[in-house]
């Protein structure tokens, strides 16, 4: 049992590329969200789906978009990156609204 | 809205002697509340969590966690310290999809 899986790992991009990050959970959970985290700050969310075809903005939405075409998918898109995007991500998802999160190890980008 | 505050970004303590890292939560109803541990350069790992049953919640490693709603806090605690203890601890309260992190509380361990 995978549970949730982010990809890539690291990730360096340059000032204006575009760039996706993969997140898969085989829980069959209904609940999944994003995640950045940055020194001093916690995790804030960026945003997050309560079923497929389903998604909503968190606290901090600007410059990603997301699509949940699949329960088992939840892709966090970069538009155009900014250096402030510069962070750690974490995909996590979650059976129903009160339970346990399971958190994906996280993807570190770096944009230059 | 909820929110959270954890008022110690550093706790320093030796190993063996008690662990005490403090959250309160500010809510316009009971939330759920959970703990979570980030060991350095991991993912996030659930530690607890309170879900209106019992005021005491027992998790993981030996942690221990009370609801005290007259106070809103849900203190995180443990008797004895490891050193394996030492890394970076996250209250959140969660409600309506949206979970709400702390800062965090980075717990330093001396041998």
């Known amino acids: 049992n995978a549970g949730v899986t982010q990809t890539p790992k690291f990730q360096v991009l340059k000032t204006g590329q575009s760039m996706t990050l993969q997140c898969a959970q085989d829980?069959?959970?209904?609940?999944m969200s994003w995640y950045r985290q940055d020194p001093g700050m916690g995790l804030r969310l960026i945003h997050y789906?309560?079923?497929?075809?389903?998604?909503d903005q968190g606290e901090v939405p600007n410059g990603y978009n997301v699509s949940r075409s699949t329960t088992e998918d939840f892709p966090l898109r970069l538009l155009s990156a900014a250096p402030s995007q510069t962070s750690v991500y974490f995909c996590?998802?979650?059976?129903?609204?009160?339970?346990?999160?399971?958190f994906g190890q996280g993807t570190r980008l770096t944009v230059v | 809205a909820q929110s959270v505050t954890q008022l110690d970004s550093h706790v320093s303590v030796s190993e063996g002697t008690p662990v005490l890292l403090r959250c309160n939560y500010s809510s316009s109803y009971s939330p759920s509340l959970f703990w979570y541990v980030q060991h350095p350069n991991k993912g996030l790992q659930l530690l607890l969590k309170y879900t209106s049953a019992a005021t005491l919640v027992k998790g993981i490693n030996g942690f221990e966690a009370e609801f005290k709603k007259s106070e809103t806090s849900f203190h995180l605690t443990k008797p004895s310290a490891h050193m394996s203890d030492a890394a970076e601890y996250f209250c959140v309260p969660y409600n309506n999809n949206d979970m709400r992190f702390g800062a965090g509380t980075r717990l330093t361990v001396k041998p």
């Open positions: 789906s309560v079923g497929a075809g389903i998604t």
């Open positions: 829980m069959n959970h209904e609940y």
């Open positions: 996590a998802s979650s059976y129903s609204r009160h339970t346990e999160a399971f």
